[in-house]
């Protein structure tokens, strides 16, 4: 079966300072990549989707400088939170997609809690 | 503007009854999907559905691409249902999914 694990779970970081999370991809081929965010009581935002061999695309409101995504292969992924303060906690997951030539569903993982102190 | 309307935004149900959760959609979308949120956080995924109905145990989901709806019906409500349910829906695989607003369903004895 399709699985998404993320690393870590849970993390604890001081403001100011960074923090980098993996997403892998078990079972599938990962061709699409999608970062979100879930802010307390709140839906899930969509951040960026990173596609193999091509660009990575921001939504609005989110840059690469801030967080920057790795896209290596089509079973791994990162992100990173650089200089995370306290608008950005909360639950962070990826969800992976083999595209191919149809809509596929996306499979998410448990996601990592970013908590900013 | 928001692409997904999920409504109502809570709902309480005695144990045993149901009731149903729906997603409106702005644009024409390809698939909807159907999770449950625990109160870990954790996100449970029910459905993935690019046309027609599907069920599972007490749950049955439909998509309407064409009116451009979804709709998520529980039965028989058990304590464990109790919980923040989301759909999310993509019109391009190029792009990510945009989710609804969330449905907090408790579920009382």
């Known amino acids: 079966g399709a699985l998404v694990y993320q690393y870590p779970r849970r993390t604890i970081c001081k403001s100011g300072t960074s923090m980098r999370m993996e997403c892998q991809a078990v079972?599938?081929?990962?061709?699409?990549v999608a970062w979100y965010r879930q802010s307390p009581q709140k839906t899930f935002e969509l951040i960026a989707l990173?596609?193999?061999?091509?660009?990575?695309?921001?939504e609005q409101n989110f840059t690469q400088e801030k967080f920057p995504i790795s896209h290596p292969n089509l079973s791994f992924s990162s992100m990173t939170v650089l200089n995370a303060y306290l608008e950005d906690r909360g639950l962070y997951l990826c969800?992976?997609?083999?595209?191919?030539?149809?809509?596929?569903?996306?499979?998410f993982g448990p996601g990592t809690r970013l908590t900013v102190l | 503007g928001d692409q997904v309307e999920q409504s109502p935004s809570a709902l309480s149900l005695h144990e045993g009854t149901g009731s149903a959760l729906r997603c409106n959609f702005t644009?024409?979308?390809?698939?909807v999907q159907w999770f449950q949120q625990n109160s870990r956080g954790s996100l449970i995924n029910l459905f993935y559905?690019?046309?027609g109905t599907k069920e599972n145990g007490r749950l049955k989901s439909t998509f309407n691409s064409k009116e451009s709806y979804s709709t998520l019906h529980i039965r028989d409500a058990q304590l464990e249902d109790s919980g923040t349910y989301f759909c999310?829906?993509?019109?391009?695989?190029?792009?990510?999914?945009?989710f609804g607003l969330g449905t907090r369903v408790s579920v009382f004895p």
């Open positions: 969800g992976a997609r083999d595209t191919g030539p149809n809509y596929a569903e996306q499979f």
């Open positions: 079972g599938f081929q990962a061709t699409s």
């Open positions: 990173s596609t193999v061999n091509s660009a990575i695309k921001y």
């Open positions: 644009t024409t979308m390809r698939a």
């Open positions: 559905l690019a046309s």
């Open positions: 999310a829906a993509g019109y391009n695989y190029a792009q990510g999914l945009t």
